[in-house]
């Protein structure tokens, strides 16, 4: 691994250095800096010259201050000769503006690809996107995994025998079944429809609910009014118990805390894909780290090897 150079931003120093600690290699210091007219400056304070460069930088709350110290990476790189710049990004928060849904809209997620191809990403390296097409998005390979398997391998230290796997919608019903099949549990949606950001209707749950173990899988949890409302059909059905999971624990507005004092709410279970407040942690929560999977995608990419073996089941 010694042609391998990893960065961090700011988003997220603490999963850099862990993704680090698991390739062997260190944490090359970044030093990001603003001018008196609120300007950002990045340097990259390791040598790139013909090295596989690695940004890692997931896209989270300041996403544009983020996004901004994440191309001004990518540049750097650039002028310094990096033989090839992936940029790392476990999550993707522009991901959601993924298509036309009202009249004279932007595309987020197709512009910000754009902008990072443009800032010199030669390849990206994501988690749990949105929605498939976003892989798309992208005129560089993207290499898309997911964090099934962690959280697979979590779940089944319970009692599986009467579980049921709930997706909140339709869109993620294929990720709650291949969910379901690495469990051996049975798998259902809810009927959802999006009036706001955070008005959300669920009129049913389409599978068999009564007296079942639920636990409810999510691509990301932000404000928590998806799940709360599923959690009002679940219970109208006869769930004997419910656990929540999901990729991207971004909980904003008092998320965690609202889903923490249901008292049906077993267990929510998410992965540092985004760094998480310590005093935000309950002592339901449980964080699952995905640096071993993006540790081992990165070694992969750098040595030109299959990526596919990490989609395999546990």
Known sequence: MRDIAVFSGSAHPELAAEVCAHLEVPLNPT???????????????????????????????????????????????????????????????????????????????????????????????????????????????????????????HFRGYDLSRTTVVSPDLGNAKEAAAFARMLGAEVAAGAKQRFADDRVSISSVIGDISGRDVIVLDDEIAKGSTVLELLARLREQGARSVRIACTHGLFAA?????????????????????PVPVEHHTEKLRILSIAPALAEAMRRIHNGESVSALFDAP
């Open 31 to 153: 030093r990001i800096s603003r001018f008196a007219n609120d300007c950002l400056e990045v340097q990259l304070q390791a040598n790139c010259r013909e090295r596989d460069v690695f940004l890692v930088q997931p896209l989270v709350v300041p996403v544009q201050e983020h996004l901004v110290e994440l191309l001004m990476m990518c540049d750097a790189a650039r002028g310094a000769s990096a033989a090839r710049i992936t940029v790392v990004m476990p999550h993707y928060s522009y991901a959601r503006s993924d298509k036309k849904d009202a009249p004279r809209i932007s595309l987020g997620g197709r512009l910000v690809a754009d902008l990072l191809v443009a800032s010199g990403a030669s390849r990206v390296l994501a988690m749990t996107l949105h929605s498939p097409q976003v892989h798309g998005f992208f005129s560089v390979p993207v290499d898309h995994l997911h964090a099934l398997r962690e959280l697979a391998l």
């Open 254 to 274: 008092d998320a965690l805390k609202r889903l923490t004092e249901q008292p049906d709410v077993l267990e929510i279970v998410c992965t540092n894909t985004v």
